[in-house]
T-cell receptor, first 113, second 115 residues
Framework: AQKVTQAQTEISVVEKEDVTLDCVYE???????LFWYKQPPSGELVFLIRRNSFDEQNEISGRYSWNFQKSTSSFNFTITASQVVDSAVYFC??????????FGTGTRLQVFP | NAGVMQNPRHLVRRRVQEARLRCSPM?????VYWYRQLPEEGLKFMVYLQKENIIDESGMPKERFSAEFPKEGPSILRIQQVVRGDSAAYFC?????????????FGEGSWLTVV
């Protein structure tokens, strides 16, 4: 069965701190895709990244980086030098043979000035 | 959010009224997904539709909920005789292909409040 676990319900940091959001997934498929989305207080879902199961290279985009490790079924997300605008709920998601997404329960990140 | 359009953004209904939520997918997309986000929870898959077909409705409540994606026009998620527990944000997403691996963009959501 497919499952995505985001064990951290809420994280609070002070601006400029680095923060890592954890994501652990379960799937029996060998081909799958992992996603991260951001949901700011305004409510919309903002796509951040998609990664396929055959590409374990880490990715960096500005202050954001992602660490994909198949050995531990994890796809963690790190924000470097956090800013107040990073405050949001972050969702990790998994898709298998269709584009149907299985979401984790989300991690609420609060960045204080 | 790459052009998935949902309306209305906010909808208030009294109990037992009907709610209709509309989703226009991105241009060229023929696959639509509906998700529900209950307050303080993650998103849960409801239904996956292709033009004129329901492909997967495993996440739809058995009663009062229905969805369609006609040949012409937007996809509609219909909730009959709404109850307070239906209050949630309903998100629509679209993709161009049934095969997975597409970047999935979501609409801005429709917030339903049942009073």
């Amino acid at each position: 069965a497919q499952k995505v676990t985001q064990a951290q319900t809420e994280i609070s940091v002070v601006e400029k701190e680095d923060v890592t959001l954890d994501c652990v997934y379960e799937t029996r498929d060998t081909t799958y895709y992992l996603f991260w989305y951001k949901q700011p207080p305004s409510g919309e879902l903002v796509f951040l990244i998609r990664r396929n199961s055959f590409d374990e290279q880490n990715e960096i985009s500005g202050r954001y980086s992602w660490n994909f490790q198949k050995s531990t079924s994890s796809f963690n997300f790190t924000i470097t030098a956090s800013q107040v605008v990073d405050s949001a709920v972050y969702f990790c998601a998994l898709s298998e043979w269709t584009d149907k997404l299985i979401f984790g329960t989300g991690t609420r990140l609060q960045v204080f000035p | 959010n790459a052009g998935v359009m949902q309306n209305p953004r906010h909808l208030v209904r009294r109990r037992v009224q009907e709610a209709r939520l509309r989703c226009s997918p991105m241009k060229g997309h023929s696959h639509v997904y509906w998700y529900r986000q209950l307050p303080e929870e993650g998103l849960k898959f409801m239904v996956y539709l292709q033009k004129e077909n329901i492909i997967d409705e495993s996440g739809m409540p058995k009663e009062r909920f229905s969805a369609e994606f006609p040949k012409e026009g937007p996809s509609i998620l219909r909730i009959q005789q709404v109850v307070r527990g239906d209050s949630a944000a309903y998100f629509c997403a679209s993709s161009s292909d049934r095969v997975s691996g597409n970047t999935i963009y979501f609409g801005e959501g429709s917030w339903l409040t049942v009073v």
